[in-house]
């Protein structure tokens, strides 16, 4: 699985992103994920904990 991952913010669009990026971990194992981070310009620091959790989702495969 490939994904891009655009700007992650501290708001509505922010959660529903990684919201989108949960529903697809499920079924996929950590070694067929490529995230592609080249058009994210601003990735707010304290989304990086519910980063962290939807990335623990690909980990449980």
């Given at each position: 699985?490939?994904?891009?991952?655009?700007?992650?913010?501290?708001?509505?669009?922010?959660?529903?992103?990684?919201?989108?990026?949960?529903?697809?971990?499920?079924?996929?194992?950590?070694?067929?994920?490529?995230?592609?981070?080249?058009?994210?310009?601003?990735?707010?620091?304290?989304?990086a904990a519910p980063f962290y959790a939807v990335m623990t989702r690909y980990y449980e495969q």
């Amino acid at each position: 699985m490939q994904e891009k991952i655009g700007d992650i913010r501290n708001d509505l669009s922010g959660f529903t992103a990684l919201a989108a990026l949960s529903e697809k971990a499920k079924g996929v194992s950590l070694e067929k994920v490529d995230l592609d981070f080249q058009s994210c310009n601003f990735f707010e620091a304290n989304m990086a904990a519910p980063f962290y959790a939807v990335m623990t989702r690909y980990y449980e495969q």
